[in-house]
Nanobody, 127 residues
Framework: QPQLEESGGGLVHNGGSLRLSCAGS????????IGWFRQAPGKEREGVAC?????????NYSDSVKGRFTVSRDNAKATAYLQMNSVKPEDTGLYYC???????????????????WGQGTQVTVSS
């Protein structure tokens, strides 16, 4: 059973940067697309970014983070990253990574596509 563990969350000032990590274990990491999701208090979970297993130039971002966040992966380390720049208070939330076995050059940010989830890491942006 694949396991995912997020890290790197914390408190950051408006306009600052943060990098989240998603470490995978018990899985052939390079065969999985990785998605990043977030859930703010009182809101539904939102898919903010994903990176496919193949063709890492085909990342997919939500409009709310495009141009500010960058998703990447290091298959040798079985780890994916979410670099968050120019953060805003509305980026506050619990951030999850998720994985789906998908040997494709594209990925989807739809929650129902992903079967394996981490426990989440909290990001709080102060204004």
């Amino acid at each position: 059973q694949p396991q995912l563990e997020e890290s790197g969350g914390g408190l950051v000032h408006n306009g600052g940067s943060l990098r989240l990590s998603c470490a995978g274990s018990d899985m052939t990491f390079h065969n999985y697309a990785i998605g990043w999701f977030r859930q703010a208090p009182g809101k539904e979970r939102e898919g903010v970014a994903c990176i496919p297993s193949r063709g890492t130039s085909n990342e997919n971002y939500s409009d709310s983070v495009k141009g500010r966040f960058t998703v990447s992966r290091d298959n040798a380390k079985a780890t994916a990253y979410l670099q968050m720049n120019s953060v805003k208070p509305e980026d506050t939330g619990l951030y999850y990574c998720a994985a789906v076995p998908m040997l494709e050059t594209f990925c989807e940010r739809a929650e129902h596509e992903y079967g394996y989830w981490g426990q989440g890491t909290q990001v709080t942006v102060s204004s």
